[in-house]
């Protein structure tokens, strides 16, 4: 693409309708609209940051000429050039009052004056006039500026209270702590390291004063203070000083890193840029071709954690036109009509082994007739000899071809890599389509459970699970529906046995699950791709190009250039979600279109370079919030739809959201809770079941736990698969149930796939989809119930070789109790160093707690993790842990940190329930801030109380927690 070209490209991007905003760097300035011919304009500005209001910049000096000559005859010499008492000068003083620190300053300099503390008493003493005079007229100024800073606006003010609020220290705890180990080095007499503590301020209002006890934090938790050769303080109060700072400084961090509810505009994320990609052109498209999202601490909603550069223009300018390009081929064709295809996966299969065997045969009869290895076939005699000592080539294809239904079926057996069948679509498969995948087949008589699984892989992973546990008189049939996506390298699956990758491979394996002797378990006689099934009849872009009489107020086509104004001017309005672009906006991109018309393009590739300007534009790309007004921030009713769509579908709203946005009845509750209802059945709804309980679940730090699956051979890929779905499928059965918050501590059901409910060694009612995830009811003695006795869950507190108690209890913190705790101080040994000698988890855990920079944290989280123990690094239930060469019996019960004991995990469990307000707390906090888009902040602590206190009357049902979040104030300003 040539310079000029691109800049007009970036240019048409950047100025993208109403305002003329100007995007860069996730920042915003208003700007005129730029003509397309013109260079672009960008316009970097810096975060806004909230300051202490000061007095005006440009204060005239104080009285100079009559102050200064006091301060050089009876101050300069101990503060001026020379000398600098107490590291202060008046040589450079600021003679103006335009700022706090000028007006501490002279605050100060008046306070010791008046109270005789200076000029000393071993200096001459000034003129009692002069000294006089000087105090009156320092005072008056002071008292003037005094005034002019409280005549300050009300909102610069409340900004200055919220600053300088600050997170109260527990004087109670550490003082004591200071005067008794601290104050003889750092007190009035001495103070090693310029470091007092007879001066505390007992709040933390500043980054600096934070920064000044986070030091103390880390010395305390090194060891390096007290020095060896003073007395130690005993390990309680060293714990409960390093738990009071700790938290402390958890708190101001929060504090000081607010920015008073203000959300950052955000832009698209992956998920969300696919969707409403989804419904405006009809197609799914695969996430790897999307510009990839920064790594977020939150969720990928949070705007403050994203990035956007000149680059990213560039590639979604790229993307744009290939997504237009398949708009064009695709939305333009009628919906192609419902076929069938059979596959038999024995052919050539079957044939192909007996002519294998054939072979062998063959040639073994002339070795033994003696013919030589030229008339046998071999190329020499090492050839014919190599040949027959590889008797797996004969002995293997023998063995299968024994099976009963090798005429009619596939057997799933390791004969020389075709253990798999292939899934072909057809050359062209229609994107904008589903096909359904039909497998008949069955298990071979006597083949243990766990064998009776296929799994379906792309190149992505496993896509499905199945259990086909038919007969040879009456096979079973699954099916599944797979949705086609742009951008995936290959549309064709794979189905292989649902078993592990493991040292010595399936022979392993079968001698670690089956009978001596067994080879292939489960075979299929058939599979069927059914197919073009569409979602959607219609879509956006597809009615548009094909736009005839009556669909366009003012034309017969719009795919002609005659109407291409129309054509972009309506593309934009849809993609910039209802909201009208500006007419310089469509004028630039109708000067391009016309341009590449002139240069030879033909409708199609103009329009697509014009379109897909549009959707590289930050109208498009991000989620513009203006709002009504100044001070409360109000968002339009067309805003909040779209957040509301954003929300709960991670995609644009449909035209019925639109329309009660539009005609103003959506901020009736009745209304709004009927949408409400309405989006959380509607199937968009996956997009928000999946994004927000992946994310809050740390769903993508479970996926990347490496498991060794020589050990754990029963955690295989399609458990790791289930496990992954389990945690939100029971999200979503909570939501669309509105069942009480309580489930996730505890529940009388699992969600699982029959593969998951084997693994965790329970039965599962055969439903007309056996494969599909369902509710379960559990015995009254079963360990699972709730997110505490799911794989997933249990997985994650773990390190892939053994169990975590430390890991799986900051998690039972962190989720259900809404109290994350602080991160590890540095240089700390892992558990496996803590000893030599084989011990149990709860040994290595309670001696790695005898540091008390360990045990300040560690005594809050270790014991809940305790309760966990009964299941193993997988989750699976165990009775004992191996330790050394023993096996030791779990030891269940624990002590908490209040002084409660639990007996086991249904006691902790209890125990737990109790504590359900924290978990209301924590979700609704999660669920706000994944859908405004920003962290939750100490300024938004009164709205989320009251959002929980409601929540409480309904027993904090999900369901109602969203009715009570998306009618929140809070959710509506910007």
């Not at 109407?563 to 391009?592: C, G, T, V, W």
């Amino acid at each position: 693409m040539s310079p000029g070209k691109s800049s007009i490209l970036l240019t048409l991007a950047l100025v993208s309708g109403v305002g003329g905003y100007v995007y860069w760097s996730n920042q915003t300035t208003t700007s005129a609209p730029l003509e397309p011919s013109s260079e672009p304009v960008i316009i970097e500005e810096p975060p806004l940051v909230v300051v202490a209001p000061t007095a005006p910049q440009e204060h005239p000096p104080f009285l100079q000429s009559e102050l200064e000559p006091f301060l050089e005859a009876n101050c300069i010499a101990c503060h001026g050039p020379d000398k600098q008492k107490g590291k202060v000068r008046f040589d450079s003083a600021s003679w103006s009052l335009d700022g706090r620190d000028s007006i501490e300053f002279w605050s100060e300099v008046l306070t010791v004056l008046e109270d005789g503390e200076m000029p000393p008493e071993e200096e001459p003493r000034p003129d009692a006039a002069q000294l006089a005079a000087f105090v009156s007229s320092l005072k008056a100024e002071l008292e003037d500026t005094s005034q002019l800073l409280a005549d300050q606006s009300d909102s610069f003010q409340q900004d200055l209270d919220s600053l300088v609020e600050g997170t109260p220290l527990s004087q109670e705890i550490i003082q004591p702590f200071l005067e008794q180990h601290c104050m003889q080095c750092h007190g009035s007499e001495k103070q090693k390291g310029q470091l007092r503590f007879d001066q505390v301020h007992w709040e933390i209002t500043t980054n600096d004063a934070a920064q000044r006890w986070q030091d103390v934090l880390d010395v305390l938790n090194g060891g390096e203070m007290p020095p060896e050769d003073e007395p130690q303080p005993s390990n309680q109060e060293l714990i409960d000083v390093l738990d009071s700072l700790t938290r402390s400084l958890v708190d101001a961090r929060k504090r000081l890193t607010a920015n008073g509810g203000e959300i950052t505009m955000r832009r698209l994320n992956q998920r969300e840029y696919a969707n409403t990609i989804r419904d405006l052109f009809g197609f799914e498209i695969s996430p790897h071709i999307i510009p990839p999202d920064a790594e977020a601490d939150s969720f990928d909603t949070v705007g403050e954690e994203q990035f956007f550069s000149a680059n990213d223009f560039d590639k979604y300018f790229e993307l744009g036109k290939k997504i237009v390009e398949q708009g064009f081929k695709w939305s333009g064709r009628p919906l192609a009509k419902n076929t069938n295809k059979r596959i038999e996966p024995e052919n050539p299969h079957t044939a192909r082994l007996r002519a294998k065997v054939a072979e062998f045969k063959r040639k073994k009869q002339m070795l033994d007739a003696g013919k030589t290895w030229q008339e046998i076939g071999f190329q020499d005699a090492g050839d014919m000899k190599i040949y027959f000592r590889q008797r797996f080539d004969y002995d293997k294809p023998v063995k299968y071809l024994e099976y009963p239904l090798v005429d009619k079926a596939f057997y799933f057996a390791d004969v020389r890599n075709s253990a798999r069948i292939g899934v072909n679509f057809e050359r062209n498969p229609d994107i904008r389509a589903s096909y359904r995948i039909r497998i008949n087949g069955g298990a071979v008589e006597g083949a243990p459970e766990v064998r009776k699984y296929l799994k379906l892989d792309s190149v992505d992973g496993v896509v499905g699970i199945f259990k086909l546990d038919g007969t040879d008189r009456q096979p079973s049939e699954v099916e599944l529906l797979r949705r086609l996506r742009f951008g995936d390298n290959s549309h064709n699956l794979t189905i292989y046995e649902n078993r592990p990758e493991i040292n010595g491979g399936v022979s392993k394996y079968i001698k670690l699950v089956d009978k001596p002797g067994a080879w292939a378990a489960v075979w299929v006689d058939w599979l069927e791709i059914e197919g073009p099934f569409y979602r959607q009849q219609t879509n956006f872009f597809g009615e548009l190009i094909n736009a005839k009489d009556g669909a366009s107020r003012y034309s017969s086509s719009l795919n002609s250039d005659d109407n291409a104004r129309e054509f972009i001017e309506r593309f934009a309005y849809q993609a910039f979600r209802h909201k009208q672009p500006e007419p310089a906006y469509i004028d630039s991109l109708m000067a391009f279109f016309e341009e590449n018309r002139a240069n030879g393009q033909n409708f199609n590739q103009a329009m697509g370079e014009a379109i897909a300007v549009v959707l590289a534009s930050p109208s498009f790309l991000y989620l513009e919030e203006v709002g009504s007004g100044t001070k409360d921030r109000q968002l339009s009713d067309r805003e909040f739809a779209v957040r509301l769509a954003y929300f709960l579908w991670s995609s644009l709203p449909d035209e019925e959201l639109y329309r009660f946005a539009e005609n103003g009845s959506l901020s009736d509750p009745k209304v709004l809770k009927g949408q409400v209802n309405r989006m959380l059945t509607d199937w968009k709804s996956e997009a928000f079941y999946e994004g927000f309980s992946s994310q809050w679940g740390d769903l993508d730090r479970y996926q990347a736990i490496t498991v060794d699956e020589n050990q754990y051979y029963l955690f295989n890929s399609g458990v790791r698969y289930s496990a992954y779905r389990e945690v939100v499928e029971f999200y979503k059965t909570l939501v669309s149930e509105d069942l009480p918050i309580t489930n996730l501590i505890d529940s009388e059901f699992i969600v699982a796939n029959s593969l998951l409910a084997d693994y965790y060694g329970m039965p599962i009612t055969r439903s007309e989809d056996p494969n599909a995830f369902q509710k379960i009811a559990l015995d009254w003695n079963s360990p699972r119930g709730g997110l505490l006795g799911q794989s997933a869950f249990l997985t994650m507190g773990s390190n892939g070789e053994r169990t975590s108690p430390v890991i799986r209890g900051a998690m039972i913190l962190e989720k259900l109790l809404n109290d994350k705790p602080a991160p590890p101080p540095p240089n700390v040994p892992e558990l496996s160093s803590a000893s030599k000698q084989p011990l149990t988890n709860r040994e290595m855990v309670q001696r790695h707690q005898s540091q008390a920079a360990c045990a300040s944290c560690h005594s809050r989280m270790d014991p809940l993790g305790f309760g966990l123990e009964i299941f193993d690094t997988v989750g699976r239930w165990r009775d004992t842990e191996p330790v050394g060469k023993d096996d030791i019996n779990i030891q269940e019960s624990g002590k908490l940190v209040s002084g409660m004991i639990y007996r086991d995990l249904d006691h902790l469990k209890a125990l737990l329930k109790t504590q359900k307000h924290k978990l209301a707390k924590e979700m609704i906090e999660s669920m706000t801030a994944y859908g405004l888009g920003r962290t939750m902040e100490f300024s938004d602590e009164e709205a989320v109380l009251a959002m929980v206190n409601r929540s409480q009357y309904t027993n904090y049902r999900m369901r109602d927690m969203i009715h009570i979040i998306t009618s929140n104030p809070l959710f509506k300003t910007k």
